[in-house]
């Protein structure tokens, strides 16, 4: 499966962005555990979100805190990352990522076997 990620860009503190991540070429997007990755200048990249491939469990890291929220739409083989509140610390290049619908290990970046370009995310002061 390809995946295409969009929706990055320069807003302030407090602000608010919206990602998708397009599907396309392979299975439909409910055969795939669908996750968010993003890493920072420097930084190792890490987990932030990953939802079932029934779309009836979402996970978050930590440091999410109720301010993301992640959705798909099986009908446009689409997820949608909706990013309230971010904060400078959130600036970072995000990934979408996709699995053969693993769930127990869902913040592993190793299970993900398809990786759209990344959408740089950057969060002013």
């Known amino acids: 499966v390809q995946l295409q990620a969009s929706g990055g860009g320069l807003v302030q503190a407090g602000g608010s962005l919206r990602l998708s991540c397009e599907a396309s070429g392979g299975r439909a997007l409910r055969s795939y555990t669908m996750g968010w990755f993003r890493q920072a200048p420097g930084r190792e990249r890490e987990f932030v979100v990953a939802m079932n491939r029934y779309g009836d469990s979402t996970a978050y890291a930590d440091f999410v805190n109720g301010r993301f929220r992640l959705s798909r739409d099986n009908v446009k083989n689409t997820v949608h990352l909706q990013m309230n509140s971010l904060k400078p610390e959130d600036t970072a290049v995000y990934y979408c990522?996709?699995?053969?619908?693993?769930?127990?290990?869902?913040?592993?970046?190793?299970?993900?076997?398809?990786w759209g370009q990344g959408t740089q995310v950057t969060v002013s002061s």
């Open positions: 990522a996709a699995n053969n619908g693993v769930w127990s290990a869902r913040d592993q970046e190793s299970l993900y076997h398809s």
